[in-house]
């Protein structure tokens, strides 16, 4: 079946500092969303990309659809202590269901 | 933005009861609701789509008489964890899709610890 590689696996980062992201795929995916999960908690969508190429923000979060469809990154700028949670990468294609990534634990030392 | 809520938010049972767990869409309706199932540092694991209306598909290896699905409404869908063992405890949580079905906004999670 289709599987996300998702890396780092976990990432520990001053505040204040920028944070990179991705999701690489074997196969080809027509979405891809990033999604925020804290303690307890049920996944956040945070962007959502339909189009190759695409380069979506929303606040200090960046994320694009790579081009051969089959990656995606996010970043996070100017990193703050509510960062804090686990990011996950999901990608979807045809008629199955959403696919996702292991998850990136962020840990912000303030 | 889309809200998807989920009652109750954390459960106890004894090995042996069932337990139903209870999603729904606030403020849109969702003709396909997914549950999911979540062990500790683990990833989100589909267990059956739900179709208003309709029977649930499930995943391979998801046990339909064990893990029972209704979707009554275009709101509500209920996971009924049938004869739970301890084996069965573990954070499950619903989405559902608003406008795009791969577009899916994920209630808060069902806390469920079997003794």
């Known amino acids: 079946g289709q599987q996300l590689n998702q890396s780092p696996q976990s990432m520990f980062i001053q505040e204040g500092e920028d944070v990179s992201m991705n999701c690489t795929s074997s196969?080809?995916?027509?979405?891809w969303l990033w999604y925020k999960q804290d303690p307890g908690e049920g996944p956040v969508l945070l962007i959502a990309?339909?189009?190759?190429?695409e380069l979506t923000s929303n606040g200090r979060l960046t994320a694009q659809f790579g081009i051969t469809r089959k990656d995606s990154f996010l970043n996070i700028s100017a990193s703050i202590p509510s960062d804090v949670g686990i990011y996950f990468c999901a990608g979807h294609s045809g008629n199955t269901p959403l696919v996702f990534g292991k998850g990136t634990r962020l840990s912000v030392i303030a | 933005g889309a809200v998807v809520s989920q009652h109750p938010s954390r459960v106890i049972c004894k090995s042996g009861t069932s337990v139903k767990i209870e999603c729904r869409s606030l403020d849109f309706q969702a003709t396909t609701m997914f549950w999911y199932r979540q062990f500790p540092k683990q990833s989100l694991m589909l267990m059956a789509t739900?179709?208003?209306?309709?029977?649930?598909?499930?995943e391979q290896g998801v046990e339909k008489d064990k893990f029972l699905i209704n979707h009554a409404s275009l709101t509500l869908s209920t996971l009924t964890v049938t004869s739970a063992h301890p084996e069965d405890s573990s954070f499950y949580i619903c989405?559902?899709?608003?406008?795009?079905?791969?577009?899916?906004?994920f209630g808060p999670g069902t806390r469920l610890l079997v003794l």
């Open positions: 196969s080809i995916f027509n979405t």
């Open positions: 990309l339909y189009k190759a190429g």
């Open positions: 739900s179709n208003e209306g309709s029977k649930a598909t499930y």
């Open positions: 989405s559902a899709g608003v406008f795009t079905v791969e577009t899916q906004y």
